[in-house]
Structure formats: structure tokens, C-alpha cells
């Protein structure tokens, strides 16, 4: 029988911008993606050019290094394809996007006990404009995440409007710059380890550091409708089309023109990390400031 999603659930997901699912793959399926993380990582630093395929947090040293985030999983092990294709996530991802799904991009967040960085106020689509939004954000929970140890944080119902995403001088921000709050409060999105997520690519989320002694590490992967295409801004986006897979069905020879008019970010080529950017942000208006 096919993962389905019940019509309460469709309609919660798009009422509300998202749908959590607890414990959605089980312990056997957490401990080969475990063993794919760990087979990655002495890889990577054996290579002699981790930063090819690992983002270190700030602070780290050669002696001592502190993974932040894991680049394009899907592309180099198979434990992360087996999981992207999944019928528990790509049935389920059907009944939001069409039988036309394509893997947009993916990463794994490591958010290391103590010290995992933060990740402020962001929609998805900002990064990566498309003719339409459908495009659907998984994260799958590795470990238990808690308000503690830095889960997801949404504000529900707002995945019909861009928020403003840039600086005074017009350049793209990689996190929005107006007053979030004034849209709702933020919802808490916690769950067991396995738990995934299925979020809007506008919905507006963050997380925090974490503050716990527990990692929270979460699996995402960012798929599209085949008739969803993405709009050149920049020469990222051919960069980006390089790790993009059709999974199911067959391309659109057509592109899809609806939704909201997509938001353009007058983005650096040179920007390669939504920490990065955040951070040179977040110290431009400190400087402002003073």
C-alpha cells in the first residue's frame, strides 16, 4: 500500500505550512544513516580537502574540529539516496507536489551538544526563486530534538507572501529583516528521533543554538514539482542544477507560472553557506547600530 497522506493531513499542510510526522522511520533506518555520517567524515578528512564535503562550526581547529553542516549528502552515499527515495517520504511528497518530483538540493545540520550554531528567519524560496512554489522542504530528525537542544521553530499560516529578505543597501540578507513577529508566534516543532518534517518552501522557520548536552542533527532534502523550474539570477543556480535528480515521473517540458511573483535575491556568486551570510549580516546591522 503507498505511504499516503489523508485529506486531514493535506489540509493541514496547507493550511498551516507544514505537517509534522513523529517517528516516521525507525531505529534501524537512523543507525545506517549513523554509520553513513561517520563513514563520510573520516573520508572527508582523509581527502585532505574536508571543505569540499563538510562546514565546520566557527572556532574549530585542525586538532579539534566541530562539523556544522554535511554538503549535498544525496550525492556521496548511498544510505542518503535510499533514504531521499523512500516511498515513506516521496508518496507522501506526491500527495503535496504531483507525480513529477525532483530532488532540488540536500544537507545535513549537525548542531553539535553546546555549541550548534543558530539559524535565523529564513524562507526557503528566497534562496533558490522558482516559477512556482511548489517545492517542499523534508527534515528528518536524527536524534530527539527539543526546544533545548535547537528544534525547528515555524510561524504557521505565512507561506503566501515573501517576507522582506534584504538590507537597507538592497542586498540579499539570507534571513528576513522585518519585524517576524508581527506575523504570529513561533511554533516549536519537536519530536522523537525519526520524526520528519514536511515544510512549505515559504514558511517562515529558524532555530536556535543548542543549549543542551544532545547533538540534534537533521537530515533535510528539498524537493520540486517537474514543472516547478528555477529562475537564473545568478551562476549559483547552474551550479545548484548540478546536484538536482528527477526521482519520480517525468520533467515538464513546460514551466509552471504561479504563485506569489517570485522574490529575486540580489545575491553574491560568492555566497556559498546560509551561515555565512547570516553572520556578515547580522554584523552589518551591529555596525549600524553603533
Not at 511548489?134 to 507572501?161: K, M, S
Not at 528521533?193 to 515544510?199: D, L, P, Q, T, V
Request: proline residues 8%; contains cysteine.
Amino acid at each position: 500500500m503507498p505511504y499516503e497522506l489523508s485529506l486531514e493531513q493535506i489540509e493541514s499542510y496547507r493550511r498551516e505550512g507544514y505537517l509534522l510526522i513523529p517517528s516516521l522511520f525507525n531505529s534501524d533506518d537512523l543507525a545506517r544513516i549513523d554509520q553513513a555520517i561517520e563513514e563520510v567524515t573520516q573520508k572527508a578528512f582523509a581527502s585532505g580537502s574536508p571543505e569540499k564535503f563538510l562546514e565546520l562550526e566557527p572556532g574549530s581547529t585542525k586538532e579539534r574540529p566541530v562539523l556544522r553542516r554535511l554538503k549535498n549528502p544525496f550525492e556521496i552515499h548511498p544510505a542518503f539516496r535510499n533514504l531521499a527515495t523512500d516511498d515513506r517520504l516521496l508518496d507522501r511528497v506526491q500527495a503535496l507536489i504531483g507525480s513529477s518530483i525532483q530532488l532540488q538540493h540536500s544537507k545535513l545540520n549537525m548542531k553539535p551538544a553546546g555549541i550548534g550554531s543558530p539559524v535565523e528567519w529564513h524562507q526557503d524560496l528566497s534562496y533558490f526563486p522558482h516559477t512556482n512554489p511548489d517545492l517542499v522542504t523534508i527534515l528528518v530528525y536524527l536524534d530527539e530534538a527539543t526546544q533545548e537542544n535547537g528544534c525547528l521553530q515555524v510561524i504557521p499560516r505565512n507561506h503566501h507572501h515573501f517576507l522582506d529578505c534584504h538590507t537597507e543597501d538592497g542586498v540579499f540578507a539570507g534571513m528576513i529583516t522585518e519585524d517576524i513577529f508581527r506575523y504570529g508566534e513561533p511554533m516549536a516543532l519537536e519530536g522523537p528521533a525519526g520524526s520528519a518534517i514536511f515544510m512549505h518552501c515559504m514558511t517562515p522557520h529558524s532555530s536556535l543554538a543548542n543549549r543542551s548536552s544532545k547533538p540534534r542533527r537533521t537530515l533535510i532534502f528539498e524537493y520540486r514539482a517537474g514543472d516547478s523550474y528555477p529562475i537564473y539570477f545568478s551562476s549559483r543556480v547552474v551550479q545548484e542544477a548540478k546536484v538536482a535528480h528527477q526521482l519520480r515521473g517525468e520533467p515538464s517540458r513546460y514551466a509552471r507560472l504561479a504563485g506569489p511573483p517570485p522574490l529575486i535575491p540580489a545575491a553574491s556568486d560568492s555566497v556559498t553557506s546560509l551561515y555565512d551570510l547570516q553572520a556578515e549580516t547580522k554584523r552589518k546591522l551591529e555596525r549600524r547600530v553603533q
